[in-house]
């Protein structure tokens, strides 16, 4: 699988930052050293190894990682250290320079199921890296022995090295760096001087160093002593001193150059009309370590370094100095990316843009303070007064439309339902007497009274039957233990119980109004509770409320969902974590859609105020 142009991105970037490491040293091995150190972390490798040239075949001179010690001297024929592997877990690239191999940088991997073999981007990376090894090793060779010819170039390369930044502590990392192609010395600083004292402020070959240590101060203290001299100070022998200043830099110092293993020094002072600025100091265990030449190459360097520090605290007072300063380095360090890079980097940066740009996925509204509701209930309410003799259901069951709920006691209606039926059959019998002796009058009479009793016990027998309480709605009971009501007076209209539709519940939540204008009805929204994190729900957005729910700065508006609950997973009275659904828009709509309001705002404000 090829690497996302992000990845190759920070692997370009990689390289680079691995390059420009490889020549702040001046030594071969180290060199070598540091870019197989570099290679298993770019390539994830378990070893890396370089193999010097010789003849036909290739010798094991240095190895890093996994097997380094069976690798160390073998030697292989240059066609099988050449060969590609079967499996794609082992590469090597030629290291040449000029048109002379001079060996080959190798990178291996363990067989593992779940490793990957090396692809074409990381065979063409290698050959990168060990272009940049080639060059620093011929640069380390060159540094080992400058003729006199080549102080010209080394100069130039100084003066565009040292001025080709503003930024002050890149100066001085810069100047002491350099001074060693230019003499052989074990340490090398820079201090600068400030308010009557002298500040270490980089150290060849370090890239952070602690001030407050002893060494620090006493290497701080020693030049701060040097920079008072005011001109060039050599201690070529710290046991045989030749001048006077040596003598006295000696009584005050002995045994800080013996503690620090000192045997000789180079101290310049960093100084124009304006006044001291610095001091340059180089230290070595041998005696006598700088030649003359050497002397006056970084006496060169003193008065570049003088130059380009002045520029650089110059530059600093300048208002938005370190985001311009950051900008020049940004677009030095891009320029100096191959051109074959930068296309890959502007095709890269131009995926991205249209993928933010083109790119358009449904936009989430959050819903603050989502709680579900049945989505339709129903009271139980009793329509005559009496006493609840049984109830028939419990919190959470299901009940049909229809079934019983309770039962009222009965005793008063059923004496008084059994009186009217003896009365009524007392009236019949009557009326059929009087029909038999044919007494029409008393007949009717009778009659009459026997259909008025008939009337008080079916108006009885519907009394009778309002004593049994059912549900209005097929749905689930809601009310929290309705069987405490047995033994309970209920009154006319109050209410046994509260039954709801569970199978469809309604979700309640505020929207704010900067997002209101956003959601319409039939909206997609998705919810997630806390019981079933891993399960998403999906509803619809039923109705849209007409007034804010809060007045303030921050007013809200209501809106309701719909959701199918089928397998009545959904609760009511349940919190969630919900979003609606809103239309497409893309990565950038977003993160412009923000400040652009507010600049709207802004806009139209300033407008009505003017």
Same mark, same amino acid.
């Given at each position: 699988?090829?690497?996302?142009?992000?990845?190759? %991105?920070?692997?370009?970037?990689? %390289?680079?930052?691995?390059?420009?490491?490889?020549? =702040?040293?001046?030594?071969?091995?180290?060199?070598?050293?540091?870019?197989?150190?570099?290679?298993?972390?770019?390539?994830?490798?378990?070893?890396?190894?370089?193999?010097?040239?010789?003849? $036909?075949?290739? @010798?094991?001179?240095?190895?890093?990682?996994?097997?380094?010690?069976?690798?160390?001297?073998?030697?292989?024929?240059?066609?099988?250290?050449?060969?590609?592997?079967?499996?794609?877990?082992?590469?090597?690239?030629?290291?040449?320079?000029?048109?002379?191999?001079?060996? @080959?940088?190798?990178?291996?991997?363990?067989?593992?199921?779940?490793?990957? +073999?090396?692809?074409?981007?990381?065979?063409?990376?290698? /050959?990168?890296?060990? $272009?940049? !090894?080639?060059?620093?090793?011929?640069? @380390?060779?060159? *540094?080992?022995?400058?003729?006199?010819?080549?102080?010209?170039?080394?100069?130039?390369?100084?003066?565009?090295?040292?001025?080709?930044?503003?930024?002050?502590?890149? /100066?001085?990392?810069?100047?002491?760096?350099?001074?060693?192609?230019?003499?052989?010395?074990?340490?090398?600083?820079?201090?600068?001087?400030?308010?009557?004292?002298?500040?270490?402020?980089?150290?060849?070959?370090?890239?952070?160093?602690?001030?407050?240590?002893?060494?620090?101060?006493?290497?701080?203290?020693?030049?701060?002593?040097?920079?008072?001299?005011?001109?060039?100070?050599?201690?070529?022998?710290?046991?045989?001193?030749?001048?006077?200043?040596?003598?006295?830099?000696?009584?005050?110092?002995?045994?800080?150059?013996?503690? @620090?293993?000192?045997?000789?020094?180079?101290?310049?002072?960093?100084?124009?009309? =304006?006044?001291?600025?610095?001091?340059?100091?180089? $230290?070595?265990?041998?005696?006598?370590?700088?030649?003359? &030449?050497?002397?006056?190459?970084?006496?060169?360097?003193?008065?570049?370094?003088?130059?380009?520090?002045?520029?650089?605290?110059?530059?600093?007072?300048?208002?938005?100095?370190?985001?311009?300063?950051?900008?020049?380095?940004?677009?030095?360090?891009?320029? &100096?990316?191959?051109?074959?890079?930068?296309?890959?980097? *502007?095709?890269?940066?131009?995926?991205?843009?249209?993928?933010?740009?083109?790119?358009?996925?449904?936009?989430?509204?959050?819903?603050?303070?989502?709680?579900?509701?049945?989505?339709?209930?129903?009271?139980?309410?009793?329509?005559?007064?009496?006493?609840?003799?049984?109830?028939? %259901?419990?919190?959470?069951?299901?009940? =049909?439309? +229809?079934?019983?709920?309770?039962?009222?006691?009965?005793?008063?209606?059923?004496?008084?339902?059994?009186?009217?039926?003896?009365? /009524?059959?007392?009236?019949?019998?009557?009326?059929?007497?009087?029909?038999?002796?044919?007494?029409?009058?008393?007949?009717?009479?009778?009659?009459?009274?026997?259909?008025?009793?008939?009337?008080?016990?079916?108006?009885?027998? &519907?009394?009778?039957?309002?004593?049994?309480?059912?549900?209005?709605?097929?749905?689930?009971?809601?009310?929290?233990?309705?069987?405490?009501? !047995?033994?309970?007076?209920? $009154?006319?209209?109050?209410?046994?119980?509260?039954?709801?539709?569970?199978?469809?519940?309604?979700?309640?939540?505020?929207?704010?109004?900067?997002?209101?204008?956003?959601?319409?009805?039939?909206?997609?929204?998705?919810?997630?509770?806390?019981?079933?994190?891993?399960?998403?729900?999906?509803?619809?957005?039923?109705?849209?409320?007409?007034?804010?729910?809060?007045?303030?700065? &921050?007013?809200?508006?209501?809106?309701?969902?719909?959701?199918?609950?089928?397998?009545?997973?959904?609760?009511?009275?349940?919190?969630?974590?919900?979003?609606?659904?809103?239309?497409?828009?893309? !990565?950038?709509?977003?993160?412009?859609?923000?400040?652009?309001?507010?600049?709207?705002?802004?806009?139209?404000?300033?407008?009505?105020?003017?």
């Amino acid at each position: 699988m090829p690497p996302s142009p992000n990845a190759e %991105i920070v692997r370009l970037r990689r %390289i680079r930052q691995i390059s420009v490491a490889l020549f =702040e040293n001046l030594d071969q091995t180290a060199v070598v050293s540091a870019a197989l150190d570099g290679a298993i972390e770019l390539f994830t490798a378990d070893g890396a190894s370089f193999w010097a040239a010789d003849d $036909e075949s290739f @010798a094991c001179q240095l190895a890093h990682g996994e097997g380094r010690e069976a690798l160390t001297g073998t030697r292989l024929p240059r066609e099988v250290l050449l060969s590609t592997d079967a499996s794609g877990l082992v590469m090597a690239a030629l290291v040449t320079i000029g048109d002379a191999d001079v060996g @080959a940088l190798r990178v291996a991997r363990s067989l593992l199921p779940d490793i990957a +073999g090396y692809g074409p981007s990381d065979r063409e990376a290698l /050959v990168e890296l060990a $272009e940049s !090894v080639a060059a620093a090793l011929y640069a @380390a060779v060159q *540094a080992d022995d400058i003729e006199p010819q080549q102080n010209l170039a080394l100069v130039l390369e100084m003066s565009r090295e040292i001025g080709s930044s503003l930024d002050l502590d890149r /100066v001085l990392r810069t100047v002491v760096n350099l001074a060693a192609k230019a003499a052989d010395f074990d340490r090398g600083a820079v201090a600068l001087y400030e308010d009557g004292k002298c500040d270490v402020r980089a150290v060849a070959g370090v890239d952070t160093i602690d001030a407050e240590s002893p060494e620090m101060q006493d290497l701080a203290v020693r030049a701060g002593w040097a920079a008072g001299v005011g001109h060039r100070f050599y201690l070529s022998d710290r046991t045989e001193p030749r001048t006077d200043a040596e003598r006295i830099f000696l009584q005050i110092f002995s045994q800080d150059l013996e503690t @620090a293993k000192v045997g000789s020094g180079l101290y310049l002072p960093l100084s124009d009309e =304006e006044g001291a600025v610095g001091i340059l100091v180089f $230290e070595a265990e041998r005696t006598d370590f700088a030649t003359e &030449e050497q002397q006056e190459l970084v006496t060169i360097l003193a008065n570049q370094t003088t130059v380009a520090i002045r520029n650089a605290q110059l530059y600093a007072r300048v208002p938005m100095a370190d985001a311009l300063s950051a900008l020049s380095i940004k677009r030095r360090q891009f320029m &100096e990316i191959p051109r074959r890079k930068r296309r890959l980097f *502007a095709a890269a940066a131009g995926l991205a843009l249209a993928m933010l740009s083109l790119i358009r996925w449904p936009f989430r509204v959050a819903a603050l303070v989502p709680t579900f509701r049945p989505g339709r209930q129903a009271e139980v309410r009793s329509i005559i007064p009496g006493v609840v003799e049984e109830v028939f %259901i419990r919190e959470g069951m299901a009940i =049909e439309r +229809g079934a019983p709920v309770a039962r009222l006691r009965e005793t008063e209606s059923r004496a008084e339902r059994i009186a009217l039926e003896a009365a /009524v059959a007392a009236a019949d019998q009557a009326s059929a007497l009087a029909a038999s002796r044919q007494e029409a009058a008393e007949e009717r009479l009778q009659r009459r009274r026997a259909e008025s009793l008939r009337q008080e016990l079916a108006i009885e027998t &519907e009394r009778w039957h309002l004593l049994t309480l059912r549900a209005p709605i097929s749905g689930i009971v809601l009310t929290a233990r309705p069987e405490e009501w !047995v033994g309970a007076s209920l $009154e006319a209209g109050e209410t046994l119980a509260l039954l709801g539709r569970t199978d469809s519940l309604e979700l309640d939540f505020a929207v704010d109004q900067r997002e209101i204008d956003r959601i319409i009805p039939g909206a997609e929204v998705r919810l997630r509770i806390d019981a079933l994190p891993q399960r998403t729900f999906l509803g619809k957005v039923s109705r849209l409320g007409a007034a804010a729910l809060n007045s303030g700065p &921050e007013p809200t508006f209501p809106v309701v969902a719909v959701f199918a609950n089928d397998d009545g997973a959904l609760k009511p009275g349940m919190l969630a974590q919900a979003r609606v659904l809103t239309a497409p828009m893309s !990565v950038l709509g977003r993160l412009l859609r923000t400040p652009v309001e507010v600049l709207r705002l802004f806009w139209w404000r300033a407008w009505s105020w003017s």
